[in-house]
């Protein structure tokens, strides 16, 4: 759950619902909302890509905006250890986009929907008055002893991301600039959820907490410390060739995994990872004991020494 | 699952999707998707409302159009024989919107929600460019043999309605007028799902099929006989006072329930009905067998004879 603008209004209406029955479903603050039946958990994500704000129609293809409306959405499944099942989708389109633009629209969001067997099942079409709306539901499946949450981290875990970072927030730029076909550019207009890596790592019992690389990992590790109520040190980050330290930190959209795993199996866990998927995974730094009640993300120089920043490390935002 | 717009567009959708696995959801053609889990069933459904389309905001308050966004939602729960639990908002707005209107946007939907006790459990918040975009995602419950689908039609059954019809119809004469505070405006600006109800009859073995009445019974019939195989005609219609036969049969968004009983326990159920809710359900017509291929409502006249219009009759369309 990602939520923009009004900070103020957000933190309403959890006050408001707080007071609510749970209906079974289980707390705020991750990926998905977590409903267990039993020994199995269901899981539920909706985010919201518009025209303007989450991508400008003169920049993306119509296959690549249905593509990345799907692929955003189940990374937040994948970032539970979840199986992504089926999707509802409900579109808003300005009269002019029906016919061809919708078509390709549909042919993006339907490459992705088949790469990982997930259905669509339900939503709504409707016409806007100006602008692309998109939004999408997506529902995962998962035994309920695979769920990864974000506030599971311990200290003395590993730090972990199942990629290279930063190349979006390089694609970005390139976009801006006109330039969309750059290697980079396509990683950003048609990102890859890292699908069957979360439902592996979901497995996996040494895996303590987890989220998707959505906002970038100085914002999305850091909603991982203030649920685990822990602090972290990072001391290297696997930037994608061509990125500076400022696009694997703060650079949003890369859709990797980030998790920390406890120490003692995290060795053994990245040699499973690098046979399984055939590709490495990174560890990026350590989870440690908070100083009082503040959760810092520190970066270790090379002298050894730990700098913080009392400010946080800033965020990502759509353009 | 309602769509407007390209007819074209939606059933491209449906053959691009109909070869993919169901992973375990139940086939389409109703107002919620269904999965089965065990004994239990979950039932889901995404409706977007959209300024200028679904609502203006010069008529409506911020409060109605959050009321109304669950309302519904939830009433397509209902329309299951479900209990809605949980929903996901995503909502898009204007920087002006955030704010006064928000708020108050949030108290209309959680004074929905807090009536039947569902939680919110997920969505998103983001800035639009112009225009006010409101997609919900609701979730419900119920044990597996409660399900009621618009298929299960027979000849003979009793089709009934929960309600009065055609109030909604002309509270939007009336709010296009600028008579905003009406009887029948509010009706149509802060609709009342049967949620109860809903429930109550999806454990009632002799309701046959069942759909809520979003596009007007001349429309929602209409799917109900088409995913049946089945005619019906039509004796009688509850208008609400001060409607027009027209109002009651082609009206939308009167968010009542229709259903087929089986005839052998329609009297009874009615009974039952009135004891429980304390007002009545209405026997509109009955089911009866096609000709050929061709699914038809026909109006019964007063001297017996039965009326069929070749070409349908008309749906409802929002302004």
Redesign the interface.
Known sequence: ??????FD??E??RD??AR??????EG?GDD??V?P??D?A?V?????L?????FLTDKSTAYQIGYKSLMVNISDVAAMGAKP??T??????P?ER??EW??DF?KGY?AA??KY???????????????V?V?V?A?GRAPMANIKRRSGAKSGDVIMVTGELGASAVGLRDVLEGKLTTRNAKIHLQPQAHVLEGEWLGRQECVHAMCDVSDGVASDLQHILDESKKSAVISSLPGAKGTTWDDAFGGGEDYKLLLTVDKRYADDLARRFEAEFGKPIYIIGRVVKPNYDVYHIGIEQENGKVVYSSAGWGGYTHF
């Not at 067997?117 to 602008?131: A, F, M, P, W």
């Open positions: 759950m990602r939520m923009y603008g009004e209004f957000i309403s209406i408001m619902f609510m029955p749970k209906n079974g479903f705020i998905c909302a409903l039946i039993g199995e269901l539920f994500t909706s985010d919201m518009n025209e303007g704000v989450h099942v089926a509802l989708l409900s579109l808003a389109l009269q029906f016919g919708s078509a549909m339907h929907s088949k067997g997930v259905k669509l099942v339900g939503g709504d079409t409707t016409k806007s008055e100006s602008g709306y939004s539901t529902i």
